[in-house]
């Protein structure tokens, strides 16, 4: 029988931005190309599915992809650039979850040049693991990480069908939920405030501002965060702030 789970992306995306709450690393540079890997984060933002401890929400968040799992998961390590053959696809299949584990230091590359970066104190913890989404077509049987000669590395690989699901909309006609590829974000995006509540911010607010100058864009120097004003999905009622970008 199949297997119905949260969109793996979701959950990684979750998981990272509650990461990143706790490390307080707005001044750090993050190791993995997040604005790649996060379907539908605001770039720089890590917005995708925050919605904070509320444990029974991070299934129901509306347009978050209904995914079903259609074969049984390979597992399997490789050194260098391979190809984790995983059989033709089924009937139904519009991706490959894949589940990489860095056994070395580097940068892997998947086939839609997304790419997740690795260091030496990243091995044995959880910073060197990632989730990610592979779109198939009726010739995929598995999938090719690009990586420099001797760099070794797991993945686990199942091919998933995924159902895109709608945005919901409150009484003053807004829309909420997390941004869908290809659709765009809603007029409410889910998110962590700073205190660890979910709920929404307003999507025109969390984008910064762009450089004055054509000199201050080359100099590209950090902004100061700005303070969002995070709401429950009815757009009014405040239960914390976000920390935005400049």
Known sequence: MN????DPQFDRALREVLLEQVRNSSQQKPRKRWALLLAGALAGAGMLGGVGAAAAGFFSLPGVPATTVLASPSTAV????????????????????????????????????????????????????????????????????????GNKWQITGTYISQVPTEWKV?????????????????DLIAVIATNGAAGYAYTNQMKGTDPASPEEAAKNLPKPQREIPVYLSDGTTQVGVFMAPG
């Open 78 to 149: 490789y050194s260098g650039t391979a190809t984790a053959d995983l059989g033709p696809a089924p009937e139904g299949a519009t991706g490959i979850e894949v589940e990489l584990t860095c056994l070395t230091a580097g940068t892997f590359i998947f086939p839609d040049g997304a790419n997740v970066s690795c260091t030496a104190a990243d091995l044995g913890t959880h910073g060197a693991w990632s989730k990610y989404v592979v779109s198939v077509d009726p010739s995929t049987r598995g999938v090719t990480i690009t990586t420099d000669p």
């Open 3 to 6: 297997d119905v789970r949260i």
């Open 170 to 186: 409150n009484a003053k006609g807004e829309t909420y939920g997390v941004e869908v590829p290809g659709r765009g974000a809603p």
